[in-house]
Nanobody
Framework: QLQASGGGLVQPGGSLRLSCAASGFTLNRPAIGWFRQAPGKEREAVSCLSTNSDITYYPDFVKGRFTVSKDNARSIVYPQMNNLTPEDTAVYFC???????????????????WGQGTQVTVSS
């Protein structure tokens, strides 16, 4: 299971850290990532992590602003989002693929495991 949390309202230019708590598996093999979906738009990947190699993947539109890390002891993955803009407003979902560990493949594929979404709103 994946449990997402940490969403909320933040001003433009602000930062937010989300959390994705994993249960039922350990963070030493699967790929875990974050996706978002804004109203009227398609779902898109924003950050992916290979938990066995710590290799990350970020699409160009978040590079330099978003990072992702993990806490193995607590089985939590943290995406850190900085310099947020109103265009980052969306429902954010964490997702995983327990069968493979490539962050790139996860971000470009269709993850089989999903957590519930958490709303992020960037507004003044």
């Amino acid at each position: 299971q994946l449990q997402a949390s940490g969403g909320g309202l933040v001003q433009p230019g602000g930062s937010l850290r989300l959390s994705c708590a994993a249960s039922g598996f350990t963070l030493n093999r699967p790929a875990i990532g974050w996706f978002r979906q804004a109203p009227g738009k398609e779902r898109e990947a924003v950050s992916c992590l290979s938990t066995n190699s710590d290799i990350t993947y970020y699409p160009d539109f978040v590079k330099g602003r978003f990072t992702v890390s993990k806490d193995n002891a607590r089985s939590i993955v943290y995406p850190q989002m900085n310099n947020l803009t109103p265009e980052d407003t969306a429902v954010y979902f964490c997702a995983a693929d327990l069968a493979q560990s490539s962050s790139y493949a996860l971000c470009h594929g269709r993850p089989p495991n999903w957590g519930q979404g958490t709303q992020v709103t960037v507004s003044s």
